[in-house]
């Protein structure tokens, strides 16, 4: 745990990494249900807040739902569309191979520099991760825990405006460790849960192309299924199974095979 | 653990640091209850004894409560109000990054500075924070753990009077760990547990501004929800609750809303 | 745990390594059922995808199965097959007497590698011996497995395709270590279950040599131990029973006895 | 853990610390009940037969008792009366900040110093702080504990004479440590226990000053609420509720009050 | 841990090493069952396919049995008899003091050393010693015990040819830490178990001398303690017995009550 | 951990040490039963055997029994009668302050000088303190205990003959530990049962002096409290207890009423 060593292996970061946010978005964020224009207004208002308060010039915020429910994609979009002058993102890609003080130090620095600027903001990309965390033992940095909850509910110096937007897919453990203490407001992310919404993201991919036709006979093969309509599948898997039914000479079928196996029942 | 790096670690520290205590109180302190009154009354008598006792020169108080109720505040504002030479505190956001013996060397350290004036106050800011503590193990440091509990419970050398005004969210954990011997006081501090104390903050706020009506209504809304008057929330959520609301185009409703989200029903 | 140290420990490794791929399949893969042809071609699916794909430059795929049921075999066979300009294997042997962060930085720099060329294939086999896992405890190194699944997670820079070819033996474990997230794709291996299927095995091996009887015979006996024909046995074991036997005076007589032992009843 | 290190941690201690000694015993040492002459005259005892003794030169008493009851005093008060040549303390708080390996040597050094007088008197203060014990776990440092216990168990050389006394608030958890076996002698130290004994400790306070029935007012105000006489306070708590009283406008009235709440029921 | 140490650490090892094979059975190998015969032939068949198998040239082959039975001599015979060019013994006493990296190094070395002979003979003996194992925690070395799992599965290069020979005292823990798979044979060593055979150790190791009637009429005795004639002892300890009872003036009789003790009524 | 350190912790360590050893019994071996001779025969018969055996030139014996019933004081004293040219003692006081792999050292460096002299002689005194045992946990050093256990099954080089003592206090501890298979011989060794015993103690330290029928009294009064006239009470607390008694006015009440006191009820 050498001090110099963890200081070399720290990485300095300054500015807006706009090109990291821009890779979580690559799927773009279909509208495929009203749910979605809530959460962006929802993270619209408390950057709003962050932006004008008289009060509070500090503010974090909590995204949380399954694997794969495009919670990294929604904060990175909203970021994007804040054009605050200084945003970046905390994610566990970045910290692989260094010591537990390193990524302490690597948590911090980057904190810091985000009171840098006058508007500032920071995604602390599924908390889980960052902390090390497996659920057998279960198993987690403390010591990063404990740096990450201490930063997350400090407010910058004077004259500098922060807020944060964490993402996580383990509410349970989040509470669980005391974390929620340290979140403003907290927005749920979910699954696709019908298949309405199903089409809706056949429509927007533009899955079938010129035959316009074959969301809608998708979704009827899958309402043999699913004769209540339900279904609970990640927006990422759905994307991904349209995507690998292009490669199959049937890919409505395809389609449908794919999202049977993919959805998870509750 | 090298020794040489723990030094360089810490970062000395003399003489009063009046600005941070001043940046936790920067919501004031609201007189939104009596109760508030009795905790200052409290700890003003602790503090007398330790100037003015000819037995003792070593007093250590705890304030306790549940998140965001505000314990640091009223730790700081009384420590402000004392005007000794010396007084600083010992929180989680100084000692990010440090290893555990650096640590507990930053609060040694602290501890002996502050023999150093005639007249010695010192917060010990969320010992839970201080002690590494995460709820699921649970694990902490009981290394910084019993460095804390030595130094509460030595008195300062002779010609030297201290008080420590120590806080913490968790007083089952401080009792489980044999903490409380440290202490010659205990101090409850306690959330807004009733509209009409709400209702105060929203007057002391003048929330509504020139229309004075509005803490009224809300409180008149909330009855419809809260038909006893009975609510469970803290301080801070309750001031960053006012101040979301300004950003809506309801403001009171806005704070209807989120006052029924906010409370911890017991 | 000294960095230096680490650095050196670390292979550089580059550009295709057809050599341990190859040495993988010393045994061949025998067609001893239709279910190996459904893997392969499953897997070659996912590698078509992978290729063509205009959203997804990456993928991962999981292949499970009891011990030497032949998913390494099965893996190495395919890489080659991909023809990829880069390939390559994480196993265990390879990070023997590294430190837990030296295993890191090899597991990171063997995944940057793979971010090098347009094509990419990585092999990460045996996650349980990688992750250093033994089940009792259980134990296993959570900063190897966090790095790791980081690194199955996240897509490689644009203009670079990467699949993942990942083999275990226990997907309970797999499973509860959140670990199956990180995958597109779960193919089953199994063992060999008919007395049929090791027919085939002992003719494809020429089990008898000019004898071509022998095969015929051996199942014969067999059946009078399992009457239905179901037997549960690893084809590495299969074809170490066929090579031992040829060193008995009665071949088909050892054969049928060492199969017997090797049976696992379900 | 740096062997250098540990060395230039540790001070050097040769000769009486009396110093120390006296700090221990600023509260005097109060004849509020026999039992107090009952303990001095058994160590006393003890202390007579390790000067005498033909056949032992070592000897090793412990004093538990519940917190704040008055262990430490009692021990310091007969090593001052022994008036051996070298006498010194072992307490948590001169090695705060010291690695697990630098506590060891501290301790080890403080014996093999207690070996070179003639008579030596060494006080182990708090054996549960100085092993670094924290009851959820529970934790300890083993190591320390363990060359505590040998040395609580080793004759010095021929020629030198040395008697330990120990205390400890946790006389279960010496037990279940195996510690007792160390010790030739157990002698309890116990609180307050009725209000005829906190008479005893106002009179020796001299509370009231001129007012010398102010005692037996307090008593009678204290026989409402126990009526049989039986409490059970600390008599550090009691001399710091008496101190706190004298700030008070109504001094009895305060201390009644006190008194009630510092009561531990049994 | 320190890498360079860890080299100095561990002892250059090449060639045969005959000499600790020899010292392994002083107490030679007497066929005192034809159990015996059975163990030894079926080692040597493992032997000869490793030998000439044209499929593998890897073999790895577990001795288990209850302590002191006699797996390591039954190993290093054997060992000895194989006549290849490579032998060697890894065992705990060789390791002492070793960290558990340069443990890890001395049997990484010592298996990469059994790569470079085109035949080569490995005794891992006491797999419980070599990981550290001991039965409260439980505890073990996961890192010792991954890496000789690791080595034990997989082959050595091309036109090398190596066998492991594995020997445990704990068949269960084998079983449950997983280890069975790496071997392809698993042979049984067991205790004494009638006194058919004690009598036969007896008549080899001549005891009574001259007095050739002395083992029979040992067994008469000891038939009155075991009517059915089953025992169950160890093999070092029946010949540990022999030798005391040499040393008595009744060494028939003396034998007669060390082999009552002894026995481990099953 | 630096191993050059732990170098430079070690004491060389050649030769007899005879000191050590005689202050083991300065309370002498005081023959209060029978069984004391019994004990002693039968390690004699041991040394014998370790001595002239033609086949085995290593033995190892444990000495088992409860605190200070006087385990060491017998090793120590058939050590020094064996006139071995070579005998040590591994005591845990040697080894305060040494980091665990120095310790580990120390004891294979006292082992392998104990493979220097034709006829040598170790004593390992309690076990439980050499591996740090505590029975909170339990926690102790493995690696300590697996060094230990591989070295008290080894036998030395030809040529050179080693006979191992080991004490220990917890029996079913060193049996759980799997550390009985390193034993050839278990001794057990008791505490006063009878008063009868303590009688033999009394008169053969002269309890009373001229006054011989003190003892006899001294039995009176105690067959009042132990009617059958059994106790359980260690040697050294017996002989510290007519120590005690002396300081006293009535040494034979005082006696009696320590020995009620030191009395463990079985
Ligand atoms: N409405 C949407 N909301 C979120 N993501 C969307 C939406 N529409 C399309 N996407 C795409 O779906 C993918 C969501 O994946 P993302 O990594 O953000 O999920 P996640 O919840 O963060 O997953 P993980 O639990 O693995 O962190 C992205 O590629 C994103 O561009
Ligand atoms: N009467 C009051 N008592 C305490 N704080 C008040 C009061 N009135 C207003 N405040 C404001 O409320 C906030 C209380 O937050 P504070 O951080 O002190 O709470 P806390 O209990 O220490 O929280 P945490 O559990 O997170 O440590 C401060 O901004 C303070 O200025
Ligand atoms: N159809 C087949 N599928 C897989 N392997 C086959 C097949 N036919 C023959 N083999 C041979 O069987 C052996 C399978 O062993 P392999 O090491 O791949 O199994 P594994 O499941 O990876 O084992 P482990 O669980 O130990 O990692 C290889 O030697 C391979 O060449
Ligand atoms: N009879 C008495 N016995 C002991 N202490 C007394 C007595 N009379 C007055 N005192 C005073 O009471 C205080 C006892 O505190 P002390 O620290 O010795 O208690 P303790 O049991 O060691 O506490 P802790 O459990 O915190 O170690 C001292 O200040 C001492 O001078
Ligand atoms: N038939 C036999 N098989 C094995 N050992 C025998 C046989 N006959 C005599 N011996 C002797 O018995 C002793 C067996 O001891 P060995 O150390 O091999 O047992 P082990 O099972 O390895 O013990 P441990 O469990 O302690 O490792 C050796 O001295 C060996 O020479
Ligand atoms: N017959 C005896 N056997 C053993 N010790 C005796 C005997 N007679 C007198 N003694 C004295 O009793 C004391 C026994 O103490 P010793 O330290 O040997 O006990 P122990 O069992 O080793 O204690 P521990 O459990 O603390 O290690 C010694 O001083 C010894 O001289
Ligand atoms: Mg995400
Ligand atoms: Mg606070
Ligand atoms: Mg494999
Ligand atoms: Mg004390
Ligand atoms: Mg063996
Ligand atoms: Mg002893």
Redesign the interface.
Known sequence: ?????AL??VKPSYGVNEEDLH?SI??GILKYSPRIDNILQRVE?DI??LK?????NFSSVLLYGP??SGKTALAAYMALKSKFPFMRMIS??EV??M?E?AK??YI?NTFRDAYKSPLNLLIVDDIE?II?????????S??I???L???MK??PPEAHRLIVLATSSNYR?IK???VL?CF?DEIPVNNLSSLNELENVMIETQFGGADTDMPKRVVAKLLEVFPDGKVNIPIKKV??NI??S??SSDPADELVQLTVESNHPQ
């Open positions: 745990d050498c001090f110099v060593n070399n292996e890779e690559l799927g208002r709003a807040q004008n308060s008289q009060k509070f694997p794969a566990s890609d692989i191979g010591s003080s302490v130090q911090d991760a090390d965390y497996v659920p057998i033992g279960p198993r987690f403390s010591v825990l404990r740096a909850m201490t930063r400090k407010s453990l669980n460790l005391d203490n403003n994307l991904f995507d690998t292009k490669f």
